[in-house]
């Protein structure tokens, strides 16, 4: 299991022009988005973000540079071979944990483009999480991002969540990396259910078709995660 890199501090700057993947591979990025929509039509091209730099200092500071892009360029990104990669993707992440010692994980919908697989709530940051800075360039809010993809996924809002301190730097696949923040409820996993599976089944945009709450000695298959899932699995049954 490759060990989480504990963070103190986030900052993600974007700067004020947009990033210049797009304008350098578009012919292929709009043959590759048109593709994804003919196969599923609720696809929707927002905006997104890459990242061309990011660095983690002495004392668990971590900053990252990137500019934004759109959901198109995005998805084309995450579908070249690794060693063609050239950027980065930085997500924040909420781990809810229940007083039962359960990760909750929801598993995604079949509209959407990770469609079967299970995470904990968590989003690309988008234009909204941008707060702007005086020299024209802006920050990111990750822990904005990260409150409101949890409302937004299950309908829990900031002030039933007990988060960490620190952050926890993982990798997910090639150049993607999750900023997970460990957090608590007070409910078990039984007594929490309910609630949440009637709000999933109440939102019109369902995001998630159901969701579990995984023992920390469950491990996911290749295709029914990604490896950070399994890896942040073993440190919470590791830390006990």
């Keep these: 299991m490759p060990e989480p890199v504990v963070l103190k501090s986030l ?10 993947f797009p ?19 609720r696809l929707w091209n927002g905006s997104a973000f890459l990242f061309n730099t990011w660095e983690i200092s002495g004392d668990g500071a971590f900053s990252a540079r990137g500019a934004a892009t759109d959901y198109a360029a995005f998805l084309y990104w995450r579908a070249l071979p690794a060693s063609e990669r050239r950027h980065y993707h930085l997500f924040p992440v909420g781990a809810i944990l229940t007083r039962d010692e359960r990760l909750l994980v929801g598993r995604m919908s079949a509209h959407t483009a990770n469609a079967g697989r299970h995470y904990p709530p968590s989003g690309s940051f988008d234009a909204s999480d941008l707060i702007q800075l005086p020299d024209d360039s802006a920050r990111l809010d990750v822990e904005g991002n ?14 039933r969540l007990s988060a960490e301190p620190s952050w926890l730097f993982m990798a997910s696949s090639p150049n993607a990396h999750a900023l997970v923040r460990v957090m608590s409820v007070a409910e078990t996993s039984d007594e929490l259910a309910p609630a949440l599976r009637q709000y999933i089944a109440n939102d019109p945009h369902q995001e998630l078709e159901d969701i579990r709450f995984i023992d920390y000695g469950t491990r996911f298959a290749p295709e029914a995660s990604v490896p950070y899932v399994n890896d942040l699995l073993a440190y919470l049954a590791a830390r006990g």
Aim: hydrophobic letters at 40%; aromatic letters at 6%; a negative charge.
């Design 23 to 41: 304008a350098d591979e578009r012919a292929a990025i709009d043959a590759h988005w048109q593709r994804l929509v003919e196969a599923n039509p």
């Design 11 to 20: 900052e993600l700057t974007i700067r004020a022009e947009p990033h210049r």
């Design 146 to 159: 990260m409150y409101r993809e949890i409302f937004e996924e299950l309908g829990l809002p900031a002030d």
